[in-house]
């Protein structure tokens, strides 16, 4: 069948998942799908949630986390309440047949979504991600950040805008977000990547809307676009 159909990425200046084979980790095989919208009406429906510390390893549920639930915070409801599920930010999971529906991985596989960013001076942006369920930050091949759903009964991954300020420094740069299967086609990733530090996005009293922030990548970018020939 694949060979029916002809793909290629949109609004994107490189081939972001062809990208992947040169500057991610070798292990990484994901090249070959293409990937396709993926929603569900749970995602991104309890709030925003920074996390000014996170590591390699780090629990999502874990302490020192910031809530802005949507609840307590309603500003945020306009501007973020379920904002992926359409265009310009959709959220993505793999599409190994690029027929444009997504499909199920096998259980811990992966697929990976980046872009590389060129950064005049030193800086500090924002990265924010919801993953159904299991997601990761790559800076340059390195894993700054990984939240590894482990069954425990935790919404956190999907339900919230996950917040992580990353330090970034002048030069070129690549950024890569992974999602791993959990064998079933429920699984999604979603990516924001703000040019701003927190304290910029989070404003409680007056938050700026997407429009009044730079936004320098979401996962849209690394959407496929199917074309039946
Ligand atoms: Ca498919
Ligand atoms: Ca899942």
Redesign the pocket.
Known sequence: MRILYRYKKCGCDLDNIIQMLYTEDPTIINADY?T?PSWNNVYLTSGLLYHPTYYSGYELDGADRVFKTFTTYPLYIDIYYQFMQSTPYRSIWV?????????ALSKGSQVTIGKFFTFTEDKTITVGIFGDNQFQINYDGETIMSFDYLGRTVHTPFRYLNLFEVNVTAGTHYLAFTGTGDGSVTDALGVIVFDHPIEEILIDEDPPTLNELTILYSSEESLSEVLIL
């Open positions: 293409c396709a599409d190994s047949d690029c027929d444009g529906t997504k499909d």
